[in-house]
């Protein structure tokens, strides 16, 4: 199994350009979680779906931000507009349960705003 | 989910064995207890879990006592490698739709030659 992949691994963008970061999680895990983490805030939960449909989006800071999930083989957070305090690093995890045991995390998206 | 509290940090040296206290007071009877290791640049990953009294596994040991309401993750023989923030979780094993992993500040671990 790959893990959870994500891309890019790297994003820099200047101030008030779209960014639009992947996921394809594990094969039949059910729920999927976007993560961000910062030195300040350490690791925030976004939002995470289950079966394809988001269940809780109260971590998401504001409407510039937005996920989907079209299939359970790949979600997508996308900012528009983006800022330079959007700069961190976006995980991605998946697990097939839930809970708190097996979740896998993806290498993350470092996201640099300019 | 349940409050945990630990270290913001600790220091360790190359071989000695390093012990991370959780205090998890509100833990439910349907709680586990779980730890992740991220190094840097990397996400978090499981080591280990337990429900009650003493779990080993081929990276660690996790100690919980009768009460539950601490834990303590035991690193054996630390090396350089194991340089890494540490994790302590508490909620349900196998969860439904309503259970998101959060995570708190967790342990610096440095390990020096």
């Known amino acids: 199994d790959a893990g959870v992949i994500q891309s890019p691994r790297h994003e820099v963008t200047e101030m008030g350009q779209e960014v639009t970061l992947r996921c394809k999680p594990i094969s039949g895990h059910n729920s999927l979680f976007w993560y961000r983490q910062t030195m300040m805030r350490g690791l925030e939960l976004l939002i995470y779906?289950?079966?394809?449909?988001?269940?809780?989006d109260s971590g998401m800071p504001e409407d510039r931000f937005s996920a989907k999930m079209p299939n359970a083989s790949f979600s997508t957070l996308k900012i528009q507009p983006s800022e330079p305090r959007d700069s961190a690093v976006y995980f991605c995890?998946?697990?097939?349960?839930?809970?708190?045991?097996?979740?896998?995390f993806g290498s993350g998206t470092r996201l640099t705003v300019v | 989910l349940a409050k945990t509290t630990q270290p913001i940090s600790m220091d360790s040296y190359e071989g000695q064995e390093v012990n991370i206290t959780c205090s998890h007071n509100n833990i439910a009877t349907n709680d586990y207890i779980t730890w992740y290791q991220q190094f840097p640049s990397q996400g978090p990953r499981f080591i280990i879990q337990?429900?009650?009294t003493k779990v080993t596994n081929e990276v660690a040991s996790l100690f919980i006592p009768a009460d539950r309401k601490s834990s303590t993750l035991s690193l054996p023989r630390v090396s350089l490698s194991d340089t890494a923030v540490y994790y302590c979780?508490?909620?349900?094993?196998?969860?439904?739709?309503?259970?998101?992993?959060?995570f708190g500040g967790g342990t610096r671990l440095m390990v020096k030659p």
């Open positions: 979780l508490v909620g349900e094993r196998l969860g439904s739709a309503g259970n998101m992993l959060t």
């Open positions: 779906f289950n079966n394809n449909v988001p269940i809780d």
């Open positions: 995890a998946s697990s097939g349960t839930g809970g708190i045991y097996g979740y896998t």
């Open positions: 337990g429900y009650k």
